[in-house]
């Protein structure tokens, strides 16, 4: 026979085994539950009212603007009889830092009316956060009086309502009127700093145009003055250029008559800087210098004459720049003709020595007749 069992020794539930499942969120559910029962909608804003995060269903209180998307904006958000207190909220709680709260106000939500609690308040962040301050906005829909017929009074039930209930109606209207009042000029108050702000801002902006434009003003009569001095500089550079081509068609056409003055004369010409340079000479001293226009700038030494019987051509005309003192002699050339040679200074207009001149005139015919007089005698 198999052992009685006793209620001792009895099998453990099964409820033991749960113990192994994975442990519930509990913390995470509790702190939802809690959010959800005691704020139905909340907003993270900036002082400006950007939006940076939202909570709950927000559409009964707050609807997108028309137009081009953007940064999403609270104030621009807010529903009609929401606006106004927002702002005036908003506003009070960024200059003060307290927190701020509006019952009772009466928001247009798609073709009705429900009544709000708006409350804002700033929330603590980080110094070196970017967008600190922050503030949440809070709106919480208004709880409706209840009334129980047992605490109505018989004047109520009958639809009779006693005179001590029209002065309470009539006081609580007009405190709501108050209260209405008193944020129509809180709000005033706000917009009017607002605009003061605003304004002293566009004058500031007002006064940086003014100096910029005087600036530019002041600017733009440096350039009509610097434009005025170039034109000037150029009418002077043109009229310098004009006097400048006048003269060198002048000394062109000195230079021409000169050359031609030269060759017609027959007149042999060499001329010589201080160093006995060729620096010009005319056709006819090819003649009696072998000459060719590759020796300009050569000394005179280096050049091979046609002269016979003189060979002091360097000398004489070193001996003329030394004493400035002319000198002349009669000279023969390898074919037999006969040349009266001039040497003199070169002088300029402003009657300083440059070089010196040798000038060489046939006197063939001349000789030739005095040797036949001679011979007659």
């Known amino acids: 026979m198999p052992p009685l069992t006793t209620p001792d020794t009895a099998p453990q539930p099964a409820a033991a085994k749960t113990t192994d499942h994975q442990k519930l969120p509990l913390r995470e559910l509790t702190e939802q539950a809690l959010l959800q029962e005691i704020v139905q909608v909340g907003a993270l804003v900036t002082a400006q009212g950007d939006i940076l995060y939202l ?24 529903r009609e009889g929401l606006r106004r207190d927002l702002v005036t909220a908003l506003h009070k709680a960024a200059q003060t830092g307290e927190t701020v709260r509006l019952p009772g106000l009466r928001v247009k939500t798609n073709g009705d009316v ?5 409350t804002v308040r700033s929330v603590a962040t980080p110094a070196a956060s970017p ?30 309502p006693p005179p001590e209930a029209d002065s309470e109606d009539a006081a609580g209207r ?8 008193q944020a129509k000029e809180e709000y005033l108050q706000s917009t009017n700093e607002e605009l003061e702000t605003s304004n002293e801002e566009l004058k500031s902006a007002n006064e940086e145009l003014q100096s910029i434009n ?18 000037s500089v150029n009418e002077e550079l043109a009229t310098v250029n004009s006097e400048l081509q006048a003269k060198v068609a002048d000394l062109s056409r000195a230079n021409n008559d000169m050359n031609n003055l030269l060759a017609g004369t027959g007149i042999a010409t060499v001329f010589v800087d201080h160093q006995l340079r060729i620096l010009r000479f005319t056709p006819t001293a090819t003649k009696i210098i072998n000459l060719i226009q590759a020796d300009i700038g050569r000394p005179v030494s280096h050049i091979v004459s046609n002269l016979t019987g003189y060979d002091k ?28 040679m001039h040497i003199q200074p070169y002088r300029t207009l402003d009657n300083v020595i440059e070089g010196a001149v040798l000038t060489f005139v046939d006197i063939t015919e001349a000789k030739k007749l005095r040797e036949a007089l001679r011979e007659k005698e």
């Open 55 to 78: 909570y709950g269903r927000t559409g009964r209180y707050l609807e997108p603007t028309p137009g081009e998307s953007g940064p999403n904006n609270i104030l621009k958000m807010a």
């Open 131 to 160: 967008e600190a301050p922050l503030y949440l906005v809070i709106l919480e829909q208004a709880q409706a009086p209840l009334f129980s017929d047992q605490l109505l009074s018989p004047e109520r039930q009958v639809g009779k």
């Open 114 to 118: 429900t009544t709000v609690n708006l």
């Open 174 to 181: 007009i405190n709501a009127l108050k209260q209405e009042l």
């Open 313 to 340: 051509l360097t000398e004489d005309t070193q001996a003329v720049l030394d004493a400035l003192v002319p000198k002349a002699a009669e000279v023969k050339s390898t074919g037999g003709c006969w040349y009266t």
């Open 214 to 231: 005087e600036e530019l003003q002041s600017t733009n009569e440096e350039l009509e003055t610097s434009k005025e001095e170039l034109q």
